[in-house]
T-cell receptor, first 110, second 117 residues
Framework: GENVEQHPSTLSVQEGDSAVIKCTYSDSASNYFPWYKQELGKRPQLIIDIRSNVGEKKDQRIAVTLNKTAKHFSLHITETQPEDSAVYFC?????????FGQGTTLQVKP | NAGVTQTPKFQVLKTGQSMTLQCAQDMNHEYMSWYRQDPGMGLRLIHYSVGAGITDQGEVPNGYNVSRSTTEDFPLRLLSAAPSQTSVYFCASSYSGLGTSYNSPLHFGNGTRLTVT
């Protein structure tokens, strides 16, 4: 079946450094790749998404890159801040059916 | 709009009991889905629906039933609860975007924390 692998499972950075989280997916039919942020006890919230016909998308300090040939996509957070500390999930699929990665716990140290 | 509403927020069941987790959305979204979240496992898709009367299995469907009689509601039924079903359950909905280049993001409910003893 469809599978999404996410790495690393935990990531610790100093405030101001960059953080990169990588995901690979197995379903060639996937055309939608969102990233979600989840704070403790809260529901996941969308932070950025990308479609399969786009290679890169940026929104302020957050960017996502997609390589459909290699079936991998990455989240880049620059100038990290303590409030970026949370669990981040990648997902792939099509609208209506998304498969999520296992999550990355990001800790930003002041 | 209330968005996606899940009830109850917390539930404790004994092994073998049955119950229904409720999910309703008021955004007229075609797509709805149920996920369970366990530590270290991410969000795993249980069942999903692309419209009223249409449902399909996700990654971990065993032990769960769903139906979609209306666009607004997508209840999740546990027929005979087991300790392995202890988890946080999230319902989500999205617009289909069919015929457009728009991919609608998933809108999540606040979750139901279920404990089976």
């Amino acid at each position: 079946g469809e599978n999404v692998e996410q790495h690393p499972s935990t990531l610790s950075v100093q405030e101001g450094d960059s953080a990169v989280i990588k995901c690979t997916y197995s379903d060639s039919a996937s055309n939608y790749f969102p990233w979600y942020k989840q704070e403790l006890g809260k529901r996941p919230q969308l932070i950025i998404d990308i479609r399969s016909n786009v290679g890169e998308k940026k929104d302020q300090r957050i960017a996502v890159t997609l390589n459909k040939t290699a079936k991998h996509f990455s989240l880049h957070i620059t100038e990290t801040q303590p409030e970026d500390s949370a669990v981040y999930f990648c997902a792939s699929g099509n609208t209506g059916k998304l498969i999520f990665g296992q999550g990355t716990t990001l800790q930003v140290k002041p | 709009n209330a968005g996606v509403t899940q009830t109850p927020k917390f539930q404790v069941l004994k092994t073998g009991q049955s119950m229904t987790l409720q999910c309703a959305q008021d955004m007229n979204h075609e797509y709805m889905s149920w996920y369970r979240q366990d530590p270290g496992m991410g969000l795993r898709l249980i069942h999903y629906s692309v419209g009223a009367g249409i449902t399909d299995q996700g990654e971990v469907p065993n032990g769960y039933n769903v139906s979609r009689s209306t666009t607004e509601d997508f209840p999740l039924r546990l027929l005979s609860a087991a300790p392995s079903q202890t988890s946080v359950y999230f319902c989500a909905s999205s617009y289909s975007g069919l015929g457009t280049s728009y991919n609608s993001p998933l809108h999540f409910g606040n979750g139901t924390r279920l404990t089976v003893t």
